[in-house]
């Protein structure tokens, strides 16, 4: 199978959806990292008018928007592929991770300062940026989180965003009940997305209060084995590449 290349933003929770889809299915890929400020790095796509990641590159096709990556890789791939209530179940988690999860995330980890300087770190850590831009995006990467954060909070009306994700996940503890997986036996794309989302956060301290909740911590370590087993070699970065 050719390399698949995923056009991202490290810290962007719809990008870890993609990773943990293409890891499950054993698809080889590497990452480039978008700068945030320029997105030079992204290919011209039709259709991805605000440039957004991620964008995928698979034989040849682009996709951007990860619920249309996941649709296509469906095709390449039936790893997953479930029929009746419970791909309807796996559907509507998929879009609560969408709608709601992936959207409350910048709110808690870029929420305070200490967060959002830790987040650029993470960034620029992580970036094939050069010198100059590596340092533009960890000083102004924090500012311009912080505000992203904000705004996202607003727009939902505001409040405690760390009360706002324990919310969010008292609703995924009750959809998982006492299952592995969220629809029964078999791991579904719905896991792997709320999955993909949550490692997004894993250097934060938001995710250890996550962890303290047993079922979630139990199901979190189940699906990462899957992820770890299925996973196709690791691919060097663009940049390691370059370099
Ligand atoms: N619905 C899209 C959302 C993608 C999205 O919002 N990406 C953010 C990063 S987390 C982005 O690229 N933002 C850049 C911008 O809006 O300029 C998906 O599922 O892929």
Same mark, same amino acid.
């Given at each position: $199978?050719?390399?698949?290349?995923? %056009?991202?933003?490290?810290l962007?929770?719809?990008?870890?959806?993609?990773?943990?889809?293409?890891?499950?299915?054993?698809?080889p890929?590497?990452k480039?990292?978008?700068n945030? $400020?320029?997105?030079?790095?992204?290919?011209?796509?039709?259709?991805?008018g605000?440039?957004?990641?991620?964008v995928l590159?698979?034989?040849?096709?682009?996709?951007a928007?990860? =619920? @249309?990556?996941?649709?296509?890789?469906e095709t390449?791939?039936?790893?997953? =592929?479930?029929?009746?209530?419970?791909?309807?179940?796996?559907?509507?988690?998929?879009a609560?991770v969408d709608?709601?999860?992936?959207?409350?995330?910048?709110?808690?980890? %870029?929420?305070?300062?200490?967060?959002?300087?830790r987040?650029?770190?993470v960034?620029a850590?992580?970036?094939?940026?050069?010198?100059?831009?590596?340092a533009?995006?960890?000083?102004?990467?924090?500012?311009?989180?912080?505000r992203?954060?904000?705004?996202?909070?607003?727009?939902?009306?505001?409040?405690?965003p760390?009360?706002?994700?324990?919310t @969010?996940?008292?609703?995924? @503890?009750?959809?998982?009940?006492?299952?592995?997986f969220v629809?029964?036996d078999t791991?579904?794309?719905?896991d792997?997305?709320?999955?993909?989302?949550l490692?997004c956060?894993?250097?934060?301290?938001?995710?250890?209060?996550?962890?303290?909740r047993?079922?979630?911590?139990?199901w979190?370590?189940?699906?990462r084995i899957?992820?770890?087993?299925a996973?196709?070699p690791?691919?060097?970065?663009?940049?390691?590449?370059?370099?």
């Amino acid at each position: $199978m050719k390399t698949a290349v995923l %056009y991202q933003f490290e810290l962007c929770p719809f990008c870890h959806k993609v990773k943990a889809a293409l890891e499950v299915k054993g698809i080889p890929f590497r990452k480039i990292e978008v700068n945030p $400020m320029t997105k030079k790095e992204l290919p011209e796509l039709e259709g991805n008018g605000r440039r957004k990641v991620p964008v995928l590159e698979m034989d040849g096709t682009l996709v951007a928007d990860s =619920t @249309e990556i996941l649709k296509f890789l469906e095709t390449k791939d039936a790893t997953l =592929t479930l029929e009746g209530s419970a791909r309807e179940k796996s559907e509507m988690i998929e879009a609560w991770v969408d709608d709601d999860l992936a959207q409350l995330l910048p709110a808690v980890i %870029y929420g305070t300062w200490r967060d959002a300087a830790r987040a650029a770190r993470v960034v620029a850590r992580t970036s094939n940026f050069g010198f100059l831009q590596n340092a533009i995006v960890r000083g102004g990467g924090s500012i311009i989180m912080n505000r992203v954060a904000k705004k996202i909070l607003a727009r939902r009306g505001g409040g405690n965003p760390t009360e706002l994700l324990a919310t @969010e996940l008292d609703k995924f @503890e009750s959809w998982l009940g006492e299952q592995d997986f969220v629809c029964g036996d078999t791991l579904s794309l719905g896991d792997v997305a709320v999955h993909g989302c949550l490692t997004c956060i894993q250097d934060f301290p938001a995710f250890k209060t996550i962890m303290e909740r047993e079922r979630v911590a139990a199901w979190f370590e189940r699906v990462r084995i899957l992820r770890e087993n299925a996973r196709a070699p690791v691919q060097e970065d663009a940049a390691s590449a370059a370099s």
